[in-house]
């Protein structure tokens, strides 16, 4: 399968613990997003990587957050200080140009208790 | 910016019925808009994208979707239901370098 790849799938944290997920987006994808999505809500924009450059972040991304994509291929996210509230799906794009075509991977859970 | 409002949150229609689910959009010039799907415990998938071509846009599996300027919308159908469409189905417009995508409308397919 050569889709996108999150990993973990699952996480499950206690409150103020760090996590790290990490996203394998498609060979030769410049392009890496990340989003989050809570119970009944749309993905939400967190970031874009193009190639390794960090081009944008959303007003959700608090300094807890922080993502690198070294070498421009996988990325990871990490979370400082998780709080009950960071409990969502984590999810990672990429494509090879532009919006017009995205590719998700599954997503990580995370679970903060 | 782009935004997108999904109209309805939950849609239930029978096997072999018509299946419509609703978009609105807001934005001062002209949009790029999309369908996306989300199976359980999958990636979300496109089903089709306006990029201000043609009004009536053709997706996988049987969708479509037109473009309505005069009523800022971006409804998508499909003639008859399938068990496989069960799913959760979301509105998406292009503002800047990312999609902002609506609420979302959960498919429930009837047998």
């Known amino acids: ?113 | 910016a782009q935004s997108v409002t999904q109209l309805d949150s939950h849609v239930s229609v029978s096997e072999g019925t018509p299946v419509l689910l609703r978009c609105n959009y807001s934005s001062s010039y002209s949009p790029s808009l999309f369908w996306y799907v989300q199976h359980p415990n999958k990636g979300l998938q496109l089903l089709l994208k306006y990029t201000s071509a043609a009004t009536l846009v053709k997706g996988i599996n049987g969708f479509e979707a037109e473009f309505k300027k005069s009523e800022t919308s971006f409804h998508l159908t499909k003639p008859s239901a399938h068990m496989s469409d069960a799913a959760e189905y979301f509105c998406a417009g292009r503002g800047n370098e990312k999609l902002t995508f609506g609420t979302g409308t959960r498919l429930t397919i009837i047998p």
């Open chain 1, 1 to 113: 399968d050569t889709g996108v790849s999150q990993n973990p799938r699952h996480k499950i944290t206690k409150r103020g613990q760090n996590v790290t997920f990490r996203c394998d987006p498609i060979s030769e994808h410049n392009r890496l997003y990340w989003y989050r999505q809570t119970l009944g809500q749309g993905p939400e924009f967190l970031t874009y990587f193009q190639n390794e450059a960090q081009l944008e972040k959303s007003r959700l991304l608090s300094d807890r957050f922080s993502a690198e994509r070294p070498k421009g291929s996988f990325s990871t996210l990490e979370i400082q200080r998780t709080e009950q509230g960071d409990s969502a799906m984590y999810l990672c794009a990429s494509s090879s140009g532009g919006l017009e075509k995205l590719f998700f991977g599954s997503g990580t859970q995370l679970s903060v208790l």
